[in-house]
């Protein structure tokens, strides 16, 4: 018996060897880069290193707000991901709704081509919406951003799902015997019904909304429509590797590429704070139940 | 069934529907069509049947980067599935404490974007300034140059892939563990040991999403771009060993204006994601037991 205890123990404490091996892989990146944030830029080069500055500065942070683009770009992620998220649950709650309560030729085939829409590479579709919104004049514009979220398959996929599970056909039917219209049907009686599952899908889309990064390289042009990971991706570039101490603009870029990073994922910090468990629900989203 | 049946369809289905048709059905044709001319501005435009796939098969580049995300995928992937199973299995161990506390930690890379979480570990891999080497240096081995070495640049890919996508596997895999009776569990640990019990129970019944998050990686390494972009210099800064198939894509396209080449790279792309997704369903059977 006490052999096997004892086994057990060694075992548990492998276990816990593991876990915390992985926190410390986690947490030394954004701990590090704290530390960094509040050093001045001669303390990052210095040869004698520490994680506690020796001398803590907010001027990075004071940089970043007041003399850079930072919060402009801010603003725009915010409005991208805001407005991809409003335009997606209307859209696809709409279509959603369709697909689950109606019958029409070719539904199924179209739900079909809509699904297997998920395998192909953005990359493909990228060329033509480039040539698409500048024909339209849409290049750096938010539109761009926003428009094709719109189109995206796993939220009709999502809210079909989801309307057919939560919503009794035997509902809508009374209804409608009441004299209800097919619309005074959708937003007076489904839609209170499916709120939990429009907003799972709004911090979805806001997420990817706010973290897209390729697309938004592409389609935003100048650094005044820039979102937060295509303004900050600049930064290593112009500030470039090199292992003397910069100084001047380069200094300052340093500054913000350590502090940027951190503040950029306040909003999403907060949105999972708020919805802890829809966030997390929402990264299971589309995955194999059991 | 309601009345005005095709009046209220269309106005549930048209808006989705026109977005759907405008920006994928209509654009996929028209990437395929771009795809055999030689779009590019300033140039008149000409179909050149299938010149540009020609080009592709002799580009060096591109196989380069096919080279680059296979190792991502069969070095990478793994390991990050891996420890992602490992991970998600302790915390759902009845004999872990904190599980919370090492969830909530372990769904932090999950937030940030792509760029914010290379940006995080650009001072790590610094030379003279970087975490990585002041360790190394500090119990007398010598540092590195992380980012200017093959090796050490697909090394440092790796490490910031592993660390912001473990946390994202492990949430889908503990999902599916809860999924797994508990009743299952105990009446296997009657008369079989731990690890019998993941071998036998838990893996099994986790396997749909396992290869779920598989295939979801084969298609997301096939695409890396933001990662080898901003932490290796455009994907250069160690010769090619990190520049990868989207990048070349890029710096066609978007670069050097041939959207027509692009397009035809990014088609080369789809099809290898299709067929590697196909390949790698029917190798585990998939197809056969018909789920």
Redesign the interface.
Known sequence: MKHVDLHKNI??LL??L??IG??I??????I??GS?SIKPISE??QTS?SFIPLNPTLEHYYNLFFKSDFLRWMLNSLIVAGGSAALTI???S??G??FAF???RGKETLFM??LS?V??????????????FRTLGLINTYLALI??W??S?FS?FFMRVYIRSSVHPEILEAA?VDGAS??S??FRIVMPIIVPGIATLAIVVF?MA?????WPM?AMRSPDMYT???G??Q???SAG?G?MGPTGAAAIRWGL??T???V??IP??IL?ILFRDKF?KG??L????? | MPKNETKNLLFFLLPYLILFLLLFAFALSYSLILSFTNMSPGRPLEFTGATNYARLFGDPLVWNGFKVVSTVLFIQVPIMTGLALILAILLSSPLIRGKTIFRTIFIIPVMTSLVAATLMWYPMFGENYGVINLVLTGIGLPGFKWLLDPTLALVSIFTVITWRWTGYNMIMFLAGLQAIPRELYDAAALDAGRLQTVRHITLPLLKPIIIFSVVFSIIGSLQLFAEPYVLTGQGTSAGFATYTVAIRLYNIGFIQGQFGYASAIGWFMALVAVCGTFFFLKRLGFFARGE
């Open positions: 075992g548990l276990c816990y593991f876990l992985f926190v892989y986690t947490l030394t990146p954004v590090w880069l960094l990052f080069f290193k209307v859209v696809a709409m279509a709704y369709a109606y019958k029409f081509i809509a829409s395998m192909v590479p953005a990359y493909v579709l990228i060329i033509p919406w480039f040539l698409m428009l094709p719109g189109a398959m009709l409608r097919e619309r049907v959708f997420t706010f973290n897209d990064y390729f592409i937060l990971p295509v900050m991706a930064w290593p570039i590797g292992s590429a350590v940027g990073p951190l950029s994922i999403m910090l999972f997390t990264l299971t589309g995955a194999p139940k059991g």
